[in-house]
């Protein structure tokens, strides 16, 4: 049996296929296809990915069971109503396709579907949990405007703050300041708003990959970057924790994890686990799931809907496939 | 001797023409004419604004001895250079006419060009000061992305981010909440995000607006929006203090104070000045200047340049002439 799987996010279109033992047979990375772009880019990605992953695994579509997708900004009804429009524009049929936001489908991947939460800590942030009686919650994932605490786009906009409060004396002094000047090849801090505002027009994704700069001058010692790390851990537990205490999970078997190229920071997965582990103790901490992984959402989700069972080693099959490790 | 005095922000373009005793002739309100919009717009509203308030005061543009302008957003020397071009195009003989920054003419309607400190707190915000040796500087004014403490624009994202934390249970309960839904005419929080992001587009200026309500709500004692104003105060005196603390005038006669919108709310007023006064025993402070009064800046730069005296006098009689009371 061929299931495709497919996630969607902010950066790339990522398509795998396998079948129900978790042998991967071909993955292809195409371009974008979130929400916010045009209906034709989408389409020509969408279809891209599909396509590139059939021929590399040299699969046809109609040997194919089951697409399973994991769709990033997937907020409104109407994102919905396009969504599906994309998928009959690609020309598949619908009956073979399952659609889910991302949130839900990190929960999936996290989980595999049994009571717990978790939380993406990607460009934006936000966590999703079910508890045993099937009641579902999401938190954070207030966007980049009012919230995604926790997210590379919050570190990022820390990061710049903590360097205009250094130069104007605001704050304490921080190697960030000289190690973001070169990054965008500057020699003042004020040229900074150029490149933000003008540049860069504000742009999320671009404004995020400060980020990296964050975690390599905490690993340098820096305080300040160091702070903003922790508290992004603190952040992405309490999104978790939320979820746990309002769906009174925090006497059960809760299966808690993360997700996302935040978690490849060691301070913000330290202090992730540590703030998950004072405030509830019997949680079970799985993950985090970095790169490609994410695309173990999709892939639970469809060997659910198959009535295919889940088990440690099928996932061990599916990450080896991609080339990452659990 | 007739001067033309032209405050140019981000929600309107206001003129008003007056003779070196401080008595004000006529005043006339265009639309916005920040750098940020089109040159076409620019050109359009600072006309008007020149001809409504001429006409207005009965005066010819010959009669006009010196044009002094305050403007916002002129932070690059490409915005320097846009903004002779439009003086050019809206046909005024440039050697009548100077331009400021903001930010200066802000510094010089509180301190009247003695040594000091002043700072704006309207959708944006920033400090600018001069010492007796004539040393200036600004802090603050990293703008909305980045930095903008304490401005109606950073207690309005301060707002939100409290609100989604109610709703998710990661934080404190607030009238906010009720009172923001209210405000977007909604019944949801997670409604907000589509208003946010998607009607609104992610405006500052229009999401700005929202920090009206948190005044509101602390004066109906609200914990969440007395802290998110009080600690805006504290960030306001703070830009203010580095500023003293870097030019070396902790120990000066030193004449600080604020201008804008922001210091409508007595809860910011109030912590401002606490905080001023803790950190700078020896400040005179004066202000804060609201609303139209902001347009003493570049009034005090005219006369300077003129060679005339400026007296609490003549200042009152400008914001009597504006119908405001200082």
């Known amino acids: 049996m061929i299931i495709l799987c497919i996630d969607i996010g902010k950066t790339k279109t990522l398509a795998i296929s396998l079948n129900e033992h978790g042998k991967v047979f071909g993955k292809f990375v195409a371009g974008p296809s979130g929400m916010w772009l045009k209906e034709e880019v989408i389409v020509k990605n969408v279809r891209e990915a599909i396509e590139g992953c059939l021929r590399i695994s040299n699969i046809q579509l109609n040997d194919v069971r089951l697409i399973s997708i994991s769709w990033a900004d997937l907020d409104t009804p109407k994102d ?14 619908k009956d073979k396709v399952l659609i889910e936001h991302d949130a839900v489908a990190a929960y999936y991947a996290i989980t595999w579907g049994e009571p717990g939460v978790a939380v993406i800590g990607g460009t934006g942030s936000i966590a999703y949990g079910v508890n045993r009686y099937g009641e579902r919650m999401r938190s954070s994932g207030w966007g980049w405007l009012i919230g ?16 205009s409060r250094a130069h104007d004396g605001r704050g304490k002094e921080t190697i960030l300041s000289e190690m973001i000047m070169e990054y965008f090849g500057i020699k003042e801090e004020l040229e900074i708003l150029h490149k933000i505002y003008k540049e860069l027009e504000g742009d999320p994704t671009e404004i995020s990959k400060i980020a990296k700069i964050v975690d390599k001058a905490a690993s340098l010692g ?9 508290e992004a851990g603190r952040e992405l537990a309490s999104a978790i924790l939320c979820i746990v205490r309002k769906l009174n999970m925090a006497n059960d078997r809760v299966i808690v994890g993360g997700l996302g190229g935040v978690f490849r920071s060691n301070i913000v997965r330290e202090s992730f686990i540590k703030s998950i582990k004072e405030n509830v103790s019997n949680a079970i901490l799985r993950g985090p799931l970095i790169g490609d992984q994410a695309i173990l959402g999709p892939v639970i989700i469809a060997f659910r809907r198959l009535g295919l069972t889940v088990s440690e080693k099928i996932v061990e099959a599916v990450l080896d496939g991609l080339g990452e490790k659990f």
Chains 1, 2 share one sequence.
């Open 80 to 93: 919905w109503e396009n969504a599906w429009k994309v998928i009959e524009k690609v020309g598949i049929e």
């Open 148 to 163: 995604d605490e926790g997210s590379a786009y919050w570190i990022a906009v820390r990061a710049l703050n903590a360097v």
């Open 222 to 230: 820096d305080e300040v970057a160091v702070e903003i790390l922790e």
